[in-house]
């Protein structure tokens, strides 16, 4: 992998990682409609006016279909899913959940038969989902039923980001990044226009939650999605997705020092054992010397 794909993947997963404890401010004020809703509409206007600035053309009307279920599969039950989370899990744990989006990713690239699920991959599946149960069940937060729903949304949430790369490298060969990034977002925000404007009345507005919900719609899913596509389109989607083994990090320390969410020893073997599940799955070796670049 080059140097500046890899500066791009630390980049995102420092952004990205930021977004968990954005979303503990903003979805238990809004709600986990209305963040996602007012999230997906400030994306596709800052696209938007991006493709205007850069003079991209919309896809044709064919392709809107197509790209709707795209949106619906990446964007819309993702951030519903972790918004929703977001109401009773600490920024880390979330963030350590969606650290299995490459193990999801893996597995949906064999199911369409773009890679092959081997033994090492599918013993991969099994520790990555033991390090979910020991992190949920040793972290500093009591295990509950409402705790138990909140992982399990997480772990939809990753599914959805994992299976929906697979299908998004594809039509990242078909569109232009920025294009299929701003059609992807203009979906998303028609799909959630009407559970939004539903769930409007019992948000609860504020100063903090309105800049949280600008930093989620502006930077994290608005120029960073394009990035990602762009980024997507130069390496596999696998390596892409690898963005999520960082992620972790950035979302437990910014909880920390942003949210004074407590980081206990308890959380590390759970940790530990998702990120070797990551490298089981990916073949990712962080000691094997990288290839010469062409």
Excluded at 36 to 63: E, F, K, S, T
Excluded at 164 to 184: E, F, I, N, Q, W
Aim: some cysteine; charged content about 10%.
């Amino acid at each position: 992998m080059r140097t500046k794909h890899f500066s791009q993947l630390v980049g995102m997963s420092a952004l990205w990682g930021a977004s968990f404890p954005l979303l503990r401010i903003a979805s238990p004020a809004l709600g986990p409609w209305v963040t996602a809703g007012a999230r997906c509409v400030l994306a596709a206007v800052v696209l938007a006016l991006l493709m205007l600035a850069l003079r991209r053309r919309w896809p044709a009307r064919r392709d809107w279909p197509a790209l709707a279920a795209l949106s619906l599969a990446s964007v819309v039950l993702p951030f519903v899913l972790f918004n929703w989370a977001a109401l009773t899990l600490p920024a880390g744990y979330s963030a350590v959940l969606n650290a299995t989006v490459p193990l999801f990713g893996v597995m949906g690239a064999a199911l369409t038969r773009e890679e092959r699920l081997t033994t090492r991959r599918l013993v991969g599946c099994a520790v990555g989902f033991m390090g979910v149960a020991l992190l949920v069940r040793l972290g500093p937060v009591a295990v509950t039923p409402a705790v138990v729903w909140a992982a399990l949304a997480c772990i939809a949430a990753a599914a959805s980001y994992g299976f929906g790369a697979v299908y998004m490298k594809r039509a990242t060969t078909r569109h232009d990044p920025l294009t299929a990034s701003a059609t992807v977002h203009v979906a998303a925000s028609m799909i959630l226009l009407l559970p939004a404007a539903a769930a409007m009345p019992e948000a609860h507005f504020s100063t903090r939650a309105a800049i949280a919900v600008a930093v989620l719609g502006i930077v994290t899913s608005g120029f960073m999605y394009w990035v990602s596509l762009r980024l997507m389109r130069e390496i596999p989607a696998s390596a892409a997705t690898s963005a999520a083994f960082m992620i972790p990090l950035f979302g437990v320390t910014w909880g920390a020092l942003f949210l004074g969410e407590p980081v206990t020893a308890s959380m590390l073997p759970g940790g530990v054992l998702i990120l070797a599940a990551m490298a089981l799955v990916t073949g990712f070796n962080p000691f094997r010397a990288a290839p010469p670049e062409p």
